[in-house]
């Protein structure tokens, strides 16, 4: 047996209005902002988010395990959107010497909140859109939720992870709200259904690496277009060629993927920054390409429309160990 590696790269930049939409101020007079104006407005955005959920965090701060999603041994457990276990064991010799089987990728965009919180411009097209670059350039079978609460959404992973074989490579991306706790560092994301008033239909990041890590597949890749992911965030930053990457390893390994912004973004043609360029580099992806190429090539487009710095990362949390890549495959011309 293989042993297992985990490896999160998770792109981190906020939809075109996610965090914007609602805690907008005035544009700047001189167009794109320097980097001391972009932190300015930022933390104006997020003291903005912070009075809005203030209710929310209050109840967090009283009782973190309010937004914790049931284990599946737990009593009365609805075994369809439970935490499953974690993966286990290795990844046998013969499938690590085999190519990939299926491709499966599951695109989670919300746009409509309840009110007070804002809804979202970019986020159902975002996954519409790359959902035809991945199926199309990259064999892809999709399934694209949208404006889902939180039990759908958790049930939609578990629904992957029971699917999903070892030898399978998968795709999970999620775009809409999230939160990160200034005092606690840990980040949230906001599904449809979330509230102001409680987090209790909130996710945590431990939850959301937990309901990763029971996904069996040997090629894992979460991309989380959204305001913070906050620990998930900020576990192992990772540089071209740390891992040691090589396509046998590879071919063995897990990974999660991370890609982390620091600052903000606005919209460009309807996407979000971020989306944009992703989809235009997933467009040009020919051969295998490893993840961390693929994601700098993001990174500069990102950041030559807007001082921001994406950083690309392993979430340990998860199970990460050194070595072992993302592969982008495109399909045979």
Known sequence: MIARFLLL?????????????????????GGIPGRAQMQAVEMQRHQARTLLYREALEELRR???????????????????CLPKPVAGGVPETVAANPTGRRIALLIGNNRYQHPIPSLETPARDVDQIAVALRDKLGFEVRVIKDVGKSDLVRAVVAVAKETEV?????????????????????????ADGSVKTAAQWISNTDISRLLG?????QLLLVSDSCFSG?????????????GWQAAQAQRRRPLVRWRRAGLDEGKEGHSIFAWHLLRTLDKVSGTQPGFEVYRTVRKGVSDDYPQQPQYGAVVSAGHEAGGEYLFDARAE
């Open 9 to 29: 790269f998770l792109m981190l930049l906020m939809p075109a209005v996610a965090c914007a939409q609602g805690f907008r101020p005035p544009p700047f007079a």
């Open 63 to 81: 009782s973190p395990k309010v937004v914790d999603v049931d284990e599946c041994t737990a009593a009365g457990a609805d075994l369809s959107a």
């Open 214 to 218: 029971a996904i069996p597949a040997r």
């Open 231 to 243: 620990t998930l965030a900020r576990e192992k930053s990772l540089s071209a060629g740390e891992g």
């Open 167 to 191: 030898t399978d490579s998968v795709f999970v991306y999620y775009a809409g709200h999230g939160y990160l706790m200034d005092d606690t560092g840990m980040g949230y994301w906001i599904p």
